[in-house]
Nanobody, 125 residues
Framework: EVQLQASGGGLVQPGGSLRLSCQASGFTFKDYSIAWFHQVPGKGREAVSCISKTDGSTYYADSVKGRFSISSDTAKNTVYLQMNSLKPEDTGVYYC??????????????????WGQGTLVTVSS
């Protein structure tokens, strides 16, 4: 059974930093990609970043380029999202998700096969 455990959210002041973690287990397929999605109340989930397990290629939404950085630790089966220079508009629930087709880019949420439970990020003074 594929399981994703997201963690690392919290309350931070504007300009601050957080690091989200997504620990994965139970994978039976070799190639996949993991993405982080952002969701605010009343809106759908939007991909903010993605990384390929196959070749390490990455994607960033324009809204987070230069501020967020995605990385993976193969030994720990964990993907990280380092979030710097946080803004109030970054507030929301962050979900990690797996695409078993290993695509990297701005794919919609329905393209992803498995989801973590979400972690809340609040950027406020």
């Amino acid at each position: 059974e594929v399981q994703l455990q997201a963690s690392g959210g919290g309350l931070v002041q504007p300009g601050g930093s957080l690091r989200l973690s997504c620990q994965a287990s139970g994978f039976t397929f070799k190639d996949y990609s993991i993405a982080w999605f952002h969701q605010v109340p009343g809106k759908g989930r939007e991909a903010v970043s993605c990384i390929s397990k196959t070749d390490g290629s990455t994607y960033y939404a324009d809204s987070v380029k230069g501020r967020f950085s995605i990385s993976s630790d193969t030994a720990k089966n964990t993907v990280y999202l380092q979030m710097n220079s946080l803004k109030p508009e970054d507030t929301g629930v962050y979900y990690c998700a797996v695409d078993s087709y290993a695509r990297v880019g701005a794919f919609p949420s329905w393209a992803y096969d498995y989801w973590g439970q979400g972690t809340l990020v609040t950027v406020s003074s």
